[in-house]
């Protein structure tokens, strides 16, 4: 098995990500492994995450988790002002 053991998401960053975008579906990424946050780029292959769709029917300014920890999906909940301090690299962001 080659796969990336990973049981938690890693954190991309501490903040959420406020775009306005237009109507459309795009696929956030849920594993914090993209360089392209908040948005999949196929980081997670060999995880066990998937991007979760994101449809929007209009235009919109969407307030994107990238701590990864929010309770409500793909938007910001503010876990991240929660969220312990890193102890070790294992949930961070890869540099
Ligand atoms: S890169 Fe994170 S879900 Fe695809």
Known sequence: ???KRMDKPCIAARK???MELAAGTYY???CGLSRNQPFCDGSH????FVPLPV???ERQ???FCLCKYSAKGHLCDGSHKSLPPPLNEAN???A
């Open 55 to 57: 449809k929007l029917t």
């Open 1 to 3: 098995m080659n796969g």
């Open 92 to 94: 961070s962001h890869p």
């Open 45 to 48: 292959q060999g995880t066990k």
């Open 61 to 63: 300014l969407v307030s």
């Open 16 to 18: 959420s990500a406020k």
């Open 28 to 30: 956030w990424c849920s």
